[in-house]
RNA sequence: GUGGUUGUAGCUCAGUUGGUUAGAGCGCCUGAUUGUGGUUCAGGAGGUCGCCGGUUCGAACCCGGUCUUCCACCCCA
């Protein structure tokens, strides 16, 4: 190891190629999913410039954007006072752009660039890379993929209903069942904060109150009566927080503090829609979720059995394209996080063993004569559909077997001057050692059989 | 961004108070096996001990810096 060794940046990684049949597996399944909803496909730069990015994910956010240097002389700009004055001031003259940092804030400036050809109610997905400038940790990346479903320019609850219903078909394709799909609203949680006489502060209320699983309800109180909350109605709340109640009486016991609060009726209104199928959906009146332009219910679903954070987040925005110029747009979306769902379904061992097979023939050959014969089968068999290889090279026939075996090749076919003569083939299949002399259409109904 | 942690062969890890030529298992290559992989046996290759500097007669080991990994904050998918 010297120090050329080359290295991908901090937090970003290589998938290799049984990484890679994982990581297209949740795609599959998620895009599948995403189509039977009747979301269409859109696409976004890498990058947006920075007036797009900056501000909409609040101080922390602006800190996590990764900004790129301006091409050219990129100091050309800076003045001496910029310079004096800090980087703060130095950085709007030397980087305009930046690498997106959710696929929600690009969505909304892709709907206001484009309002005039899209048909609204809009329902759109997308999968691609984000980028935050984050400290790594396990399960946090500095580039990792999100597969959003936003539906936008609609306000029933019908929508919320549609997205807990793809996420439930999401997970069940999978084969994780121990998932749990947290929601709230806004509304009651700026009622609540209100409420306990943080009229100003709505959102360090709903941070402070976010970390109540995690760090409990004295250092929670804590905080909020350092922001000035009233004393006794903390204890109240915290008294209702702590019950182990159903989704109906979380509702009930919330109405009683805050009768007027609009949430209330939406959120009921939320699990009436639902039916039955709300069985991995609990009301968590303790989540808030960071992101400053969810307005209306949020979402975050935790794997139950696995530490590793949320694993898909959302929740209903009222006003995202208004600061770009399109008011009194509703949406609502969510965005599973495929980096988390990998590692959820390799700790579980959830993967399917087909995913490794990466052709389901080799061809195999003793001499150049049944090597050229080899080229004629090998196109006879991708004709049928059938995935096949031809070993490129004149090879001792137990070094092309063992090539076979290590990339998980079902089958093996030899030639040698015998099959190139009769056209029967010896077909060995890897898993059981079975062997069979077979002419081609036989052999073509073999291999197509799996 | 703050505090801590990790790094030795392709992988997982040993390595004594600082002392010759740094080890093991697995994997890899070759052969037993010129019509058969996965089992077995024999042999072999592979390391500037993350990198840079310092202390020392001497550093994988001690010190500093740096990169990387993971963890706790912060925040999030």
């Not at 709505?202 to 941070?207: D, K, L, N, V, W």
């Not at 290590?406 to 001057?417: Q, R, S």
Request: aromatic residues 10%; hydrophobic residues 40%.
């Amino acid at each position: 190891m010297s120090n050329k060794k080359p290295n991908t940046p901090k937090g970003t990684r290589d998938f290799g190629p049984a990484e890679s049949a994982k990581r297209n597996h949740i795609i599959s399944s998620i895009k599948a999913h995403f189509l039977n909803y009747g979301f269409s496909q859109i696409e976004t730069p890498a990058m947006e410039n920075l007036s797009v990015l900056m501000g909409k994910y609040g101080e922390e956010g602006d800190k996590l954007l990764f900004k790129i240097l301006n091409s050219g002389d990129y100091l050309q700009k800076v003045s001496q006072e910029d310079f004096e004055q800090g980087s703060q001031h130095v950085l709007p003259s030397i980087a305009e752009k930046g690498l997106r940092y959710d696929l929600t804030v690009p969505f909304a400036r892709f709907v206001v660039q484009n309002r005039n050809d899209l048909a609204f109610p809009f329902r759109r997905f997308q999968i691609q890379p984000v980028w935050r400038a984050d400290k790594p940790q396990k399960g946090r990346y500095r580039e990792f993929y999100q597969c959003d479903a936003d539906i936008i320019g609609t306000k029933g609850v019908f929508s919320e209903v549609e997205l807990t219903r793809l996420i439930q078909d999401v997970f069940k394709s999978l084969g994780y069942p121990n998932y749990l799909i947290k929601i709230n609203h806004r509304e009651l949680l700026f009622g609540l904060a209100q409420w306990c006489g943080l009229a100003t502060k709505e959102i360090q209320f709903c941070t402070a109150l976010d970390k109540l699983d995690k760090i409990g309800h004295e250092k929670v109180t804590e905080e909020l009566n350092n922001l000035g909350a009233d004393a006794e109605k903390l204890v109240q709340l915290f008294d209702l927080l702590g019950q182990d109640w159903n989704n109906m009486q979380k509702l009930e016991g919330i109405e009683a503090l805050l009768p007027e609060n609009p949430g209330i009726e939406t959120v009921k209104t939320y699990f009436r829609y639902l039916k039955d199928s709300g069985e991995n959906v609990s009301l968590d009146l303790s989540l808030a979720r960071g992101l400053n332009y969810y307005t209306g219910i949020i979402f975050e679903v935790v794997a139950q059995d696995v530490k590793i954070g949320s694993i898909c987040g959302g929740g209903r925005y009222d006003d995202l394209t208004g600061v770009f110029g399109l008011p009194d747009v509703s949406g609502i979306g969510i965005s599973f996080g495929l980096d988390r769902i990998y590692d959820v379904l390799e700790e579980k061992g959830l993967f399917p063993d087909s995913l490794k097979v990466s052709a389901q023939a080799l061809i195999t050959h003793f001499d150049e004569k049944s090597f050229v014969h080899g080229m004629d089968l090998l196109s006879e068999l991708r004709a049928n559909q059938i995935p096949a290889m031809l070993f490129p090279d004149l090879a001792k026939i137990n070094k092309q077997f063992n090539y076979a075996n290590k990339i998980d090749i079902p089958y093996v076919i030899v030639i040698g001057e015998e099959e190139v003569k009769t056209r029967v083939y010896t077909v060995k299949q890897m898993k059981t050692g079975q062997q069979h002399s077979l002419a081609l259409s036989e052999l073509i109904k073999l291999l197509k059989a799996e």
